[in-house]
């Protein structure tokens, strides 16, 4: 079965850090732009940051730019979210998605809230709050 899994959500006191995870099974992962989303109850979906599939480029947008760092293992087929210095406003299900495209398309595609990607996980939930 071809899909995404994250996984690595939970409650987490403001200041604090999670690591989110998103695993591809089915297809390799190495040639594909990768990109965390978010989206909070009542709002719109919200692109974070995202890796290209070729030379591991990186986008921030500006909400998460310093806080976040994205990354890939290759090895283990995934791509990874670090947040740090979490916010109440943080609070939102997490989901990763994956797409074969140029990057620069690909980093368009995140202001998109109703694009649709090849692949796209189930979503974490993530709760800041104390």
């Known amino acids: 079965q071809l899909q995404l899994v994250e996984s690595g959500g939970g409650l987490v006191q403001p200041g604090g850090s999670l690591r989110l995870s998103c695993v591809a099974s089915?297809?390799?992962?190495?040639?594909?732009?990768v990109g965390w989303f978010r989206q909070a109850p009542g709002k719109e979906r919200q692109g974070l940051s995202c890796?290209?599939?070729?030379?591991?480029?990186?986008y921030y947008a500006e909400s998460v730019k310093g806080r976040f760092t994205i990354s890939r293992d290759r090895y283990n087929n995934a791509v990874y979210l670090e947040m740090n210095s979490l916010k109440p406003e943080d609070s939102a299900v997490y989901y990763c998605?994956?797409?074969?495209?140029?990057?620069?398309?690909?980093?368009?595609?995140?202001?998109?809230?109703?694009?649709?990607?090849?692949?796209w996980g189930q979503g974490t939930p993530v709760t800041v709050s104390s």
């Open positions: 998605a994956a797409a074969t495209m140029v990057f620069p398309a690909f980093i368009a595609t995140m202001t998109s809230p109703l694009y649709k990607y090849d692949y």
């Open positions: 089915g297809f390799q992962l190495d040639f594909y732009a």
């Open positions: 890796i290209s599939g070729t030379d591991d480029n990186t």
